[in-house]
């Protein structure tokens, strides 16, 4: 099993510009999530989705837009990137959902270094 | 709002050198705690999931601990491989946040051969 794989692995744009980042899972959850990691602060949710076609807001939502067509694919897309979007994406995701007999397991994937200037 | 504080943010030790990690956490109402270890440009790796005051968990020279308000994350004689950032979060029990984790900033292990 590839586990979630993430893509590209490196990007650079220019203030403005619009990009999509890609991530997919094989092991059939439904739960799959977004977040940003910068230095000297802990990982952040940006958006997460129970199942497909259903999304919701993290901590750090404004600036990006997901969608859910697939259970195996959830792409982050940046609408018009800013220098503070400037960090390292980590999608992961989980078999569980319901919270109600365990806790999110995440898996992540390898991440994605995303660079604004 | 929910907090996980990580103490210290870096620890230096000696190869066979005993340590502990500290996460401290407020939340109201703790589903589970996680520890995940992070190696230099990759993604977490799980390492464990706590529920209740008082559980442990061991795997091979790791150990991890969690009371009402923090979970520890001993390291019994540590080895060079063992070098990482190690990262503590909790999920609260709350009907909106069951799918939110907070993380900590996480402790930088260097363990020297």
């Known amino acids: 099993n590839a586990g979630v794989t993430q893509t590209p692995k490196f990007q650079v744009l220019k203030t403005g510009q619009s990009m999509t980042l890609q991530c997919a899972q094989d092991m059939n959850h439904e739960y799959m999530s977004w977040y940003r990691q910068d230095p000297g602060m802990g990982l952040r949710l940006i958006h997460y989705?129970?199942?497909?076609?259903?999304?919701d807001q993290g901590e750090v939502p404004n600036g990006y837009n997901v969608s859910r067509s697939t259970t195996e694919d959830f792409p982050l897309r940046l609408l018009s990137a800013a220098p503070s979007q400037t960090s390292v994406y980590f999608c992961a995701s989980s078999y569980s959902i319901m919270g109600i007999s365990g806790a999110n397991v995440l898996t992540f994937g390898a991440g994605s270094r995303l660079t604004v200037l | 709002e929910d907090q996980v504080t990580q103490s210290p943010e870096a620890l230096r030790l000696q190869e066979g050198e005993s340590s502990s990690l500290n996460c401290s956490y407020t939340?109201?109402?703790?589903?589970?705690l996680f520890w995940y270890r992070q190696d230099p440009g990759k993604g977490p790796e799980f390492l464990f999931t706590?529920?209740?005051a008082g559980e442990e968990k061991e795997k091979e020279r790791l150990k991890a601990t969690l009371t009402k308000k923090e979970s520890f994350l001993h390291i019994t004689a540590p080895k060079p491989e063992d070098s990482a950032t190690y990262l503590c979060a909790v999920q609260a029990r709350r009907g909106g946040s069951n799918y939110k984790l907070t993380f900590g900033k996480g402790t930088l292990l260097t363990v020297n051969p």
């Open positions: 939340v109201s109402g703790l589903r589970g």
């Open positions: 706590l529920y209740s």
């Open positions: 989705s129970v199942g497909a076609g259903i999304t």
